[in-house]
C-alpha cells in the first residue's frame, strides 16, 4: 500500500525484479489507513479499510487483488472499524471505535 498525493493504492511487487504492478480498485469506495500485518489471506484476499462517499464511518472490505473487486462487509456497529486481519482459522478480527455522544447544557443560575 502506498500513500500518495491523490490518497491511498495498492501495488504488487515482485520480488526476483521488484517491478510493480498496480491493483485497480472496481468500486466507488476509496482506500483509507494502512494495512495490518495480518492482511493478506492464504487465498490472495486482501482485508482493507475503505471509506464510501456517503458516508464518514471507516469501515471493512475484501479486496480481490486478481479482479479488483471490493465486498464491503456489513457489520452493525457504530463507529469506526479499523485494521482488520485474517485469524489463523479464517475469521476476521478488527480494531472497533465506538461512537459514543452526549450533550450538555450549562446554564448560569440567576442570583
Do not use: C
Amino acid at each position: 500500500m502506498r500513500y500518495e498525493k491523490e490518497g491511498y493504492r495498492l501495488v504488487r511487487i515482485s520480488l526476483p525484479g521488484g517491478a510493480e504492478t498496480p491493483i485497480s480498485l472496481q468500486s466507488d469506495f476509496r482506500l483509507i489507513g494502512s494495512l495490518s500485518p495480518n492482511a493478506v489471506h492464504r487465498d490472495g484476499r486482501i482485508l482493507v479499510g475503505v471509506q464510501s462517499l456517503g458516508s464518514w464511518w471507516d469501515e471493512v472490505a475484501i479486496l480481490d487483488p486478481q479482479t479488483g473487486k471490493l465486498q464491503k462487509l456489513d457489520i452493525p456497529y457504530a463507529g469506526d472499524v479499523d485494521y482488520p486481519g485474517w485469524t489463523g482459522d479464517g475469521r476476521i478480527m478488527a480494531q472497533g471505535f465506538p461512537m459514543r455522544a452526549s450533550l450538555w447544557r450549562f446554564r448560569r443560575e440567576k442570583p
